[in-house]
């Protein structure tokens, strides 16, 4: 049995960020089917709810990189990768080293999530503090208001390449840690980082959905670096043709646009939908 896997930005969603009616169309052809599909995605369950409305995805999905795995029949999350304490505090030293203002990305009791900073230092981080905001919908608060029993699930950062090279650096001794970077929408002379647990990827949730959905092979379908993990593990990868150039080079194919049903006309082919 097959178990499909999609990153949503920039792969499944067209360029007005939302599900084309012809991609929904033929994911009701799989389901149809019978052939299991998920999310796995960058995006926080909160920001991904208005694009997936559209479509019913009934099995467990991830989210965050694969910190935490959202079962929507029992409406909760069933695995988490959290930061743990002594990691928080590493890659807080490391951002703040580096004058850099670290974004802490939490989920709290009652399945809340917030974003917290200390005072921001920059023009850009006010900026981008409003661009997290506008696009996540979560709310984005002062750190002094941080509660005692939130789990943090990543923490984030932009500067310049140079301190985010040095947080790189900083956090090389902490085996259980992986960082994400590239370069800045906001300031193309910025990068972002973005710093999870190890065993919080793409590619270790996909395996865990893989296990207890029963399939036996994955098929998966990404265009940046944080899809890497997944086409490290998959039978087989799919790059849209906008992916990243290591994606493209990684999959087992690439295929068409993702504002152009690239996927859905691929998957249409490939099940004989």
Known sequence: ??????????????????????????????????????????????ASLDVLKSHAFRHPQAYKNGVVIWDPTAEDYTHHNFLTHSEI???????????????????????????????????????????????????????????AD??????SALGAPHAIDAVYAFIADEPNLIAYSTNALEDSTYKWIDIHHIDASKG????VLKRELG??????????????????????????????RPLREAATAVIGHHDEDGIAH????????
């Not at 940046?224 to 849209?240: G, R």
């Open 266 to 273: 691929f998957l249409r082919e490939r099940f004989s939908l």
């Open 204 to 207: 270790n949730a996909v395996q």
């Open 1 to 46: 049995m097959d178990l499909i896997a999609f990153d949503l930005d920039g792969t499944l969603l067209n360029a007005s960020g939302v599900i084309s009616p012809f991609t929904r169309e033929t994911l009701n052809k799989l389901s149809e089917r019978g052939i299991l599909y998920t999310i796995a995605t960058g995006r926080t369950l909160h």
């Open 150 to 155: 939130a789990d943090i699930t990543n923490v």
């Open 215 to 244: 399939a036996t092979r994955v098929l998966c379908f990404g265009d940046s670096m944080n899809d890497v993990s997944m086409f490290e593990i998959a039978d087989e990868s799919y790059a849209p043709a906008n992916a990243k």
């Open 89 to 147: 505090e590493h890659v807080l030293e490391a951002v703040l080293r580096q004058s850099m203002t670290p974004f802490m990305f939490t989920v709290e009791p009652g399945q809340r999530h917030a974003v917290y900073h200390p005072p921001l230092r920059t023009e850009i981080e006010v900026l981008l503090a409003k661009d997290i905001k506008e696009r996540s919908g979560l709310p984005v608060l002062p750190a002094s208001e941080l509660p």
